[in-house]
């Protein structure tokens, strides 16, 4: 395992009478791709939020790099240099492929939008990543799911920084938009990426990560790499809740 | 009949001398030569306080308006025999009133039997101030000879004014009054005016209460909203005329907002304060029916009650007896008026003071005539 | 697709609304002499320049996704505030920049409330518009405050370039706007607080810069709105702009922004307004009763809407 780039000890969260998120503890190797797998309910997207900066955390402590901290701010953590693909997106269907790649960091000349510059830096940026999207003025409420997730995976890549956060990146996709969108995460870890990938796709987590952490009823289990570990004794640990809660 | 003749006939002169005063009194035009026709009418001859034989329907409305018609005849002049083609506009406040929608009616009736152009146009709804305006502006450019406006306020239709001044429109104010002060200020003038008066309302209700009390008493009187045009004029011209008065003494004066409630308790309060209490004067006729309540409930029929406008519900309160007389005045005739001022207006004749309609005073004597009194 | 075929494609509702606009002034310069003369547009002209301003302001509001029913009121105040200001004796200035102020700083509390309770505009609109109009009617018990200095007169009603002051000011409303709406982050960012309010938080905007911001200026149009109306009928009143918001709204959907924001049009705004009051004039030069009015105004809104949403149906099916 490389240089840490990102290491998460001890989080909790607490909704009310849920206790979302008891001791998640991990460590993220840059250039690395490192999966977070468990079912429904287990903590994965609580604990995405808390490190996109959305939510923040009970306890624990978060260290990107350098710095260390206990919770984040969505700005903080865009400082940070973490960028995020939500699962929903957070696209603006709305907008046009250029404005929701640029949204909230536009390129301006002086006061005013640089719409040119924008759509050429769009355009060199779908093109970098294969993503295809023949009209670039179109509203995306009208893309498919793989082109919207290229978008999404777009803007994220448009922040400096170089750890990305994906919050189940082929959920709602078909099988074909599903192996595009994985080449495409694996193409951005030889560039130097690292990335941080929710899922509950055991086999697309399987062909895709470095290391694999199982999240079970809020708890990090077990974080090994890829190859010390097979599809069957994953999928015992996450289902072996009901009884592990039986004991507890 | 002789007598209900002579009865109206001296009503009339009573209030067309009211309204002579009056106009002396508000009129801001420089010169006030409205003559003082019914100066010779003694001021004693008060109205009879009662009639023996009720005349035809008919006849009696006929009377009234061949009266109304005499005293208009009076200030306006008569029609001209022959006159030119000419296009009236006429702005009033709102059709979503039905006193207004019912304006418009008599308007076109009017128009139509003078045989002259006549559209009759209105803001979206009452109290739209500002799209009351927009038309009138509009209709400045437009090719009428004259315009007839009714404002929602003092103020709104000012511009317009102006406008149709500066286009050589000829303007007349019907009804609610434009604040001639502002309208000078902005350079601007009225061709005419035709309203009614407000303190003729009061004093003429005033005259007919001391007829009927030919040994005195106390009397008090209901008045509407402070500041209110018409409240505060009814109020001063009743108030006049009742101070003035031998052995009438008025103890109140009562602001109750045109609100029914307000006046039902402060007739219960001025029946225990004065129990000796003779007449109440109500600036509306809503109030005056609340009075009328107040009165049952304590069992009481000997006190006086009047109001003003001349509703349906006073028509059957006064019809029943329960309620003395209401102010009324001819929306029908109110229209005709001002429609031959505007042909007179483009005859090329001039209006130097303000006209002011008369009045009809509906008593227990006479309501039963009126069928047919618009 | 063509690019002229796209420009035109995109903005269908305003060239619509344009179409039936010169077919309007077609037929009513066949049926009028009066209609088709220079007076009469300017006419037209001067009656919607508040209209324009109070809509300019709305469709920024409902671009965000919300709604201002409180602009009425706030138009009123504001104008109030100012005449009661001249009234004690303050310079012409100072009382519209009261007013401006005062009308901004409501705007800005609406959408301050808005964005801290994140209850629905409607309701807080709602609200606030009869808190304001309660004020209005508090501080005047009523009673118009009219005779209003000349020089007030002046800034909202006097002459310029042959028209009233009111039309300049509202073209240069729609010319500030533009760039601002269009060309800069703002519009940008008011838009998406419409389209999808989660996306421009997460991408570290402060919406509520944004939410508060599209609120105060719809505030402070509000109150150029009233100092022209109330300039024009030299009167301050507590019932000034009543309704008005609606006319505003309606003119906003009408010209092709949708309720449900996320995008805006400028330019179907301006030529609903102007649709709008050519329905009027048109009315009053016809002598066509003003009850006819209100019916022609619903069913041309409600042709409007239906063009617009099974164009937008059309195209996600085809």
């Given at each position: 395992m490389g240089e840490t780039i990102l290491s998460v000890k001890g989080i909790a969260k607490r909704f009310g009478h849920i206790q979302a998120l008891r001791d998640a503890t991990l460590e993220v190797a840059r250039g690395s791709i490192t999966a977070l797998v468990g079912d429904n309910g287990s903590g994965k997207s609580t604990l995405i939020q808390i490190l996109s900066g959305n939510l923040l955390p009970d306890r624990g402590e978060i260290q990107v790099g350098e710095a260390c901290c206990h919770g984040l701010t969505i700005r903080r953590a865009m400082a940070l240099g973490i960028r995020t693909v939500y699962q929903d997106l957070a696209l603006d269907d709305c907008k046009t492929s250029v404005e929701n790649i640029f949204l909230g960091s536009e390129l301006t000349r002086g006061p005013f939008l640089d719409r040119r510059a924008m759509a050429r830096e769009a355009r060199r940026l779908l093109e970098e990543i294969h993503v295809e999207i023949p009209?670039?003025?179109?509203?995306?409420?009208?893309?498919s799911g793989g082109q919207r997730q290229g978008l999404a995976i777009a803007r994220a890549l448009r922040r400096p920084g170089e750890l990305l956060l994906l919050d189940e990146p082929t959920a709602a996709m078909g099988i074909q938009e599903s192996h595009s969108t994985l080449r495409l995460l694996a193409g951005l870890r030889d560039r130097g990426m690292t990335l941080l990938i929710i899922s509950h796709n055991l086999h697309q987590v399987f062909a895709l990560a470095d290391y694999i952490y199982v999240l079970r009823a809020g708890r990090v289990l077990t974080g090994t790499a890829t190859g010390d570990t097979t599809v069957d004794a994953l999928q015992e640990q996450i289902l072996r809740r009901e009884r592990e809660e039986d004991r507890l | 009949m002789k007598r209900t003749c002579a009865l109206l006939l001296a009503l009339a002169m009573v209030l067309s001398l009211a309204a002579c005063g009056g106009t002396t009194a508000d009129t801001t035009a420089p010169v006030s030569d409205t003559p003082a026709p019914q100066s010779e009418a003694p001021a004693t001859e008060t109205p009879a306080p009662e009639t023996e034989e009720p005349a035809g329907m008919s006849e009696t409305v006929q009377q009234l308006y061949a009266e109304f018609d005499a005293a208009m005849e009076e200030q306006i002049g008569p029609m001209p025999e022959n006159y030119g083609d000419v296009k009236v506009g006429a702005v009033i406040i709102s059709l979503t009133n039905a006193f207004w929608a019912n304006m418009k009616d008599y308007y076109e009736a009017a128009a139509a039997e003078y045989g002259i152009d006549l559209d009759v146009q209105t803001g979206t709804t009452e109290g739209d101030t500002a799209s009351q305006l927009d038309v009138l502006m509009t209709m400045a450019d437009m090719d009428y000879d004259v315009i007839i406006v009714s404002p929602i306020d003092g103020t709104n239709l000012i511009p317009g004014i102006v406008k149709c001044n500066e286009n050589g429109i000829k303007v007349i104010n019907l009804g609610p009054g434009v604040d001639e002060e502002a309208l000078a200020d902005a350079g601007g003038y009225l061709d005419a005016k035709i309203t009614v008066q407000f303190e003729e309302q009061g004093e003429t209700v005033a005259n007919d209460m001391i007829a009927r009390l030919p040994e005195g008493g106390q009397v008090a009187i209901l008045a509407g909203l402070a500041g209110a045009g018409q409240s505060e004029g009814r109020t001063a011209g009743a108030q006049a005329v009742l101070e003035a008065a031998e052995g009438i003494e008025l103890v109140a004066v009562q602001n109750c907002d045109w609100d029914a409630t307000l006046a039902y308790d402060a007739t219960k309060d001025l029946l225990t304060e004065y129990p000796e209490l003779k007449g109440i004067f109500c600036c509306n006729d809503t109030m005056a029916l609340a009075a009328v309540e107040a009165l049952a409930s304590e069992g009481r029929n000997d006190v006086l009650v009047y109001g003003v406008d001349f509703t349906d519900d006073a028509r059957a309160a006064i019809e029943a007896g329960t309620m003395t007389g209401s102010m009324s005045y001819s929306s029908e005739r109110y229209t005709k008026a001002a429609l031959q001022m505007a042909i007179m207006l483009n005859e090329g004749e001039t209006f130097e003071s303000n006209v002011y309609l008369p009045l009809t005073l509906v008593t227990v004597d006479n309501v039963n005539d009126l069928e047919g009194w618009r | 697709m063509s690019p002229l075929r796209k420009w035109c494609a995109r903005r269908s509702v305003p060239l619509l609304l344009l179409a039936v606009c010169l077919g309007l002034m077609a037929f009513l310069s066949v049926r009028t002499q009066s209609f088709f003369s220079l007076k009469n547009v300017v006419n037209i002209l001067e009656a919607n320049s508040y209209r324009l301003i109070l809509a300019c302001g709305m469709m920024c509001v409902i671009a965000s996704g919300a709604i201002d029913l409180s602009a009425g009121s706030i138009l009123s105040f504001s104008a109030i505030g100012a005449a009661m200001a001249m009234r004690a004796g303050a310079p012409v200035w100072l009382a519209i920049l009261l007013a401006l102020a005062l009308g901004t700083a409501m705007g800005a509390v609406n959408g301050l409330i808005i964005h801290l309770t994140r209850i629905n505009a409607l309701i807080i609109t709602l609200g606030t518009s009869f808190l304001y109009r309660g004020m209005s009617l508090i501080a005047t018990r009523g009673i118009p405050i009219t005779k209003l200095p000349q020089g007030f007169r002046d800034f909202g009603f006097g002459d310029v370039f042959g028209m009233e002051s009111g039309v300049t000011m509202s073209f240069l409303v729609v010319l500030v706007l533009i760039p601002f709406f269009y060309h800069m982050r703002w519009g940008a960012y008011v838009t998406a607080l419409g389209g999808n309010p989660e996306a421009l938080k997460r991408s570290g905007v402060s919406t509520g810069r944004y939410r508060i911001s599209v609120f105060a200026l719809m505030g402070a149009l509000a109150a150029l709105a009233g100092i022209i109306i109330t300039a024009r009928l030299n009167s301050a009143e507590a019932n000034a702009g009543l309704d008005m918001e609606m006319d505003a709204i309606c003119a906003v959907i009408m010209g092709g922004t949708a309720l449900r924001g996320g995008s805006g049009s400028l330019l179907g705004t301006v030529i609903a307004v102007f649709l709008l009051g050519l329905i009027r004039n048109g009315l009053t030069i016809l002598s066509v009763s003003s009850y006819y009015q209100q019916f022609i105004t619903g069913a041309l809104l409600l042709c409007a809407v239906a063009a617009a949403e099974l164009r937008e149906r059309g195209r996600r099916t085809g």
């Open positions: 009209d670039l003025t179109e509203p995306v409420g009208r893309l | - | -």
